[in-house]
């Protein structure tokens, strides 16, 4: 069964701290896809990153830096330095290798305070 | 990029009146189109998956003669709740995804999603 489990109902920080969303995935897909959305108040998803099973490389782009570790089917997402703008809900997703069905987490609601 | 609007961004209707949601992807030709329903405070559920020129495919527990699944064209599907109720205010969100092999601006085999249709049913 696919499954993604975000644990982290809601987060508050103070501007400039760094913030680390959990993300843990069940698949018995060998090759799959992982991905993180923001969501603002505004509603529309917003993509941040996309990452292939075959891909455990971290990636960092600007604040944003992301933790593949498949030996514990996690997905983590660091914000580096939050920033009052990064205040949303950020989603993780799993998808099958052909894009068939995306299976979203619950969502973590990041509150960054000034 | 490719890009995936929706239509209308926000609608009320009565209980009982049905209201249309249009998906459409600007860019690309998208055989197949999916829906979202996103509760308040909940996250995304697929409701149906929708393929151009034949029936939508609908998730366990979604009704399928009340949200009507028409993807009519390779650029259109629409979404429509029939005799809606105040049980089913939420965000609808669609995708659409490329066709393998596709060019232009969208990734093949990918999903792009909408910016979302928020009904409010009174």
């Known amino acids: 069964a696919q499954k993604v489990t975000q644990a982290q109902t809601e987060i508050s920080v103070v501007e400039k701290e760094d913030v680390t969303l959990d993300c843990v995935y069940e698949?018995?897909?060998?090759?799959?896809?992982l991905f993180w959305y923001k969501q603002p108040p505004s509603g529309e998803l917003v993509f941040l990153i996309r990452?292939?099973?075959?891909?455990?490389q971290n990636e960092i782009s600007g604040r944003y830096s992301w933790n593949f570790q498949k030996s514990t089917s996690s997905f983590n997402f660091t914000i580096t330095a939050s920033q009052v703008v990064d205040s949303a809900v950020y989603f993780c997703?799993?998808?099958?290798?052909?894009?068939?069905?995306?299976?979203f987490g619950s969502g973590t609601k990041l509150n960054v305070k000034p | 990029g490719a890009v995936v609007s929706q239509h209308p961004s926000r609608v009320i209707c009565k209980s009982g009146t049905s209201v249309k949601i249009e998906c459409r992807s600007l860019?690309?030709?998208?055989?197949?189109m999916f829906w979202y329903r996103q509760f308040p405070k909940q996250s995304l559920m697929l409701m149906a998956t929708?393929?151009?020129?034949?029936?939508?495919?609908?998730e366990q527990g979604v009704e399928k003669d009340k949200f009507l699944i028409n993807h009519a064209s390779l650029t259109l599907s629409t979404l429509t709740v029939t005799s809606a109720h105040p049980e089913d205010s939420s965000f609808y969100i669609c995708?659409?995804?490329?066709?393998?092999?596709?060019?232009?601006?969208?990734?093949?085999?990918?999903?792009?999603f909408g910016p979302g249709t928020r009904l409010t049913v009174t």
């Open positions: 698949t018995r897909d060998t090759t799959y896809y």
């Open positions: 990452r292939n099973s075959f891909d455990e």
């Open positions: 995708s659409a995804r490329a066709p393998l092999g596709t060019s232009g601006g969208a990734a093949s085999h990918e999903q792009y």
């Open positions: 997703a799993l998808s099958s290798a052909n894009f068939n069905k995306f299976y």
């Open positions: 860019d690309f030709q998208a055989t197949t």
């Open positions: 929708s393929n151009e020129g034949s029936k939508a495919t609908y």
